[in-house]
């Protein structure tokens, strides 16, 4: 029993320390991204000011070299390992959200030593002083302007110095760019290889308590030939299971699942709360694993395999959805309308996968109002345009773009159950359909998410 919970103690830090290594790489991954459009910007405006000496363009030089040069500050004092509070204060004026700047300064410390890390620090350095430069170019113009010493020539030569400084940086950032993307699925995985060995830990250790339980109910030889058998069956498939994880995760999850409710159903009269709790643990583990797995196969399928497009009434495909929602649907002031649907060229099971998702968000996400839901569509030259509104609880615009990265979920006063897939899924699918997805929305007013769909399929 006390081998079970540190091996579920192992399993909860895993996934505490695997969501928190994610959203670190995540935040520095989006924090280039600010990096990168902060150079840039600052790089365009400043030679728009060059080009016409309109003053509004230094403001805008200023705000954007703000972004990169903040970005600096942190790394400079995360390499001296200088005060967390300066750091920080880098990290928001590189426009790092507030949220991610603790993970942000706790990745760095735990893996600077690390190969991959030391790498993508060389190259943050190797940026910075092209930065600098920038910045530098930037206050010479301006004191070059004061002193009427700024001629056309003068401005050609920094123009050509200020375009040099951006292909330059734009290497360093593609680089830098580089390593945080091989990085991420390095620890993806590590993690899934953690992973899999916590699973084996915790299904080895289950067999072995199912064991002791068995011999110490002395059952008859008849009852305890057959469980034998059960547990061998169990212990062959476990000796199997290294090699068949590395391809097929599902099988062993599902067979977890079936011997433990069996077990728990022929000897509950048996169980103590504890071993019923451990039980419950581990076929919950597994439900979760499975739908994850499940939904990542969903998600690999849709970017992979080769799909058929068909005529689609998607008529058909909302009354199907009726259908689904049936019992929601049913509460007092619920429901889902729809005008009369085109039909249209694409992949039936996918654009039932796409507003089936979409509905069951807009129902997960309800306010405490009944649930209702509007479907229309229309058309542009080359596109279908289909919008899906709700009257739920609505989304801060900062999360717009990050609902439909895999793994991100709304984050609201509310437990919901997900596995962040759902709107990458949607995303995907919008895309293999020639199309694109977004959303509009404002906290408390509900939602409109929209999705086209090629009209050249």
């Not at 010479?140 to 400084?165: R, Y």
């Not at 009369?340 to 997960?364: D, E, R, W």
């Not at 919008?430 to 086209?452: D, L, N, Q, Y």
């Amino acid at each position: 029993m006390f081998i079970i919970s540190v091996a579920s103690a192992l399993l909860i830090v895993k996934d505490f320390y695997s969501i928190k290594i994610q959203s670190s790489v995540r935040s520095y991954i989006n924090g280039q991204a600010e990096y990168s459009k902060g150079r840039n910007d600052a790089a365009v405006n400043l030679i728009n000011y060059l080009q016409t000496e309109n003053l509004v363009y230094i403001a805008e030089f200023k705000k954007a070299i703000a972004i990169p040069l903040g970005d600096n500050i942190a790394g400079n004092n995360l390499l001296v390992n200088g005060d967390d509070s300066k750091t920080k204060a880098g990290f928001l004026a590189g426009n790092n959200h507030p949220a991610d700047v603790s993970d942000m300064i706790w990745f760095y410390k735990t893996f600077s030593s690390f190969a991959f890390a030391q790498k993508a620090i060389k190259l943050w350095g190797a940026a910075a002083p092209h930065v600098n430069r920038l910045s530098t170019i930037g206050e010479m113009v301006q004191q070059l302007q004061q002193q009427g010493k700024l001629t056309p020539i003068a401005k050609e030569q920094l123009i050509e110095e200020i375009d040099g400084i951006s292909v330059l940086s734009s290497e360093w950032e593609s680089a830098f760019s580089r390593v945080l993307d091989d990085t991420a699925s390095d620890i993806k995985i590590v993690l899934q290889t953690v992973n899999i060995f916590l699973i084996l830990l915790i299904m080895s250790i289950s067999f072995l308590f199912v064991m002791k339980i068995i011999n110490s109910l002395n059952k008859s030889e008849s009852e305890l030939k057959a469980t034998v058998i059960m547990l061998n069956d169990t212990n062959r498939e476990l000796e199997n299971f290294s090699y068949v994880a590395s391809h097929d995760l599902k099988e062993p999850l599902r067979m977890v699942t079936n011997f433990l409710g069996l077990i728990e159903k022929k000897y509950n009269n048996q169980l103590d709360e504890t071993g019923k709790t451990y039980i419950h643990f581990a076929v919950d583990g597994a439900s979760r694993m499975k739908k994850l797995i499940d939904d990542l196969l969903e998600y690999s399928r849709t970017s992979i395999n080769k799909i058929t497009y068909e005529t689609v009434d998607l008529n058909e495909v909302i009354d199907r959805l009726r259908t689904d929602f049936q019992d929601v649907l049913a509460e007092p002031g619920a429901g889902l309308f729809a005008e009369a649907m085109p039909q249209i060229v694409a992949n039936k099971l996918q654009m039932q996968q796409l507003l089936q998702n979409l509905v069951a968000n807009a129902i997960k996400y309800r306010s405490e109002a009944a649930p209702q839901i509007y479907i229309t569509a229309s058309a542009t030259a080359d596109h279908w345009v289909f919008a899906v509104r709700d009257n739920g609880l609505g989304i801060e615009a900062e999360y717009f773009k990050t609902i439909f990265v895999i793994f991100q979920r709304l984050k609201t006063n509310k437990i919901q159950a997900g596995t962040g897939i759902g709107l990458a899924l949607c995303k995907k699918i919008a895309e293999r359909h020639g199309g694109e997805i977004w959303v509009e929305s404002e906290p408390g007013k509900g939602s409109t998410f929209f999705f086209t769909v090629s009209k050249q399929l």
